[in-house]
T-cell receptor, first 115, second 116 residues
Framework: DTGVSQNPRHKITKRGQNVTFRCDPI?????LYWYRQTLGQGPEFLTY????????KSRLLSDRFSAERPKGSFSTLEIQRTEQGDSAMYLC?????????????FGSGTRLTVV | AQTVTQSQPEMSVQEAETVTLSCTYD???????LFWYKQPPSRQMILVIR??????QNATENRFSVNFQKAAKSFSLKISDSQLGDTAMYFC?????????????FGTGTSLTVIP
């Protein structure tokens, strides 16, 4: 297992279009997190899954955002009707509760540019 | 709500010298974790060092050490014998473990440049 994988690495889209990102966590990790990182800021929490259940959502996750983890493995994050303010790095991370706060592994992110 | 403040947007250090990055946080919690993450241009967040709030002893990982002052809510990172590969953004982060998940609160980061 080579870690948390995110695709695509870069996405450029026109305002108003829909985009979808994918995250493949470390296989034995049942917790999966999405964060958003805008320029000059630290990552901000968006949402969290334990297995296929979405247990927590941030207020940052507007109605245009939806995340799924249908089989408790990979996850997708979709943004509908993109706006320029959605331009950011979207980071995925996974962890195993048995490792407590020790096993939180981040992916390399998907950089979204809305033009 | 938890907040994390990093007051140094940019710092530089000569290779082989020592540098300290500052971080303060605000919380009413008593049980929590503090972290320093490194984000190089490759973008992946890499764990540098971790501190459990209930431990009084400061964490150390090779050239990296922290000065954890719980009463002052301060958590600085010291990098000794700085190397060119240490050039990166450094983020201080707070985590309070819960039964529903471990959410991070990050600071705005410090951009560190190691000068040859």
């Amino acid at each position: 297992d080579t870690g948390v994988s995110q695709n695509p690495r870069h996405k450029i889209t026109k305002r108003g279009q829909n985009v979808t990102f994918r995250c493949d966590p470390i296989s034995e990790h049942n917790r999966l997190y999405w964060y958003r990182q805008t320029l000059g800021q630290g990552p901000e929490f968006l949402t969290y899954f334990q297995n296929e259940a979405q247990l927590e959502k941030s207020r940052l996750l507007s109605d245009r955002f939806s995340a799924e983890r249908p089989k408790g493995s990979f996850s997708t994050l979709e943004i509908q009707r993109t706006e320029q303010g959605d331009s950011a790095m979207y980071l995925c991370a996974s962890s195993n509760p048995g490792q407590g706060a020790h096993g939180y592994t981040f992916g390399s992110g998907t950089r979204l540019t809305v033009v | 709500a938890q907040t994390v403040t990093q007051s140094q947007p940019e710092m530089s250090v000569q290779e082989a010298e020592t540098v300290t990055l500052s971080c303060t946080y605000d919380t009413s919690e008593n049980n929590y974790y503090l972290f320093w993450y490194k984000q190089p241009p490759s973008r992946q967040m890499i764990l540098v060092i971790r501190q459990e709030a209930y431990k009084q002893q400061n964490a150390t990982e090779n050239r990296f050490s922290v000065n954890f002052q719980k009463a002052a809510k301060s958590f600085s990172l010291k990098i000794s014998d700085s190397q060119l590969g240490d050039t990166a953004m450094y983020f201080c982060a707070f985590m309070k473990p819960t039964h529903t998940g471990n959410q991070f609160y990050f600071g705005t980061g410090t951009s560190l440049t190691v000068i040859p």
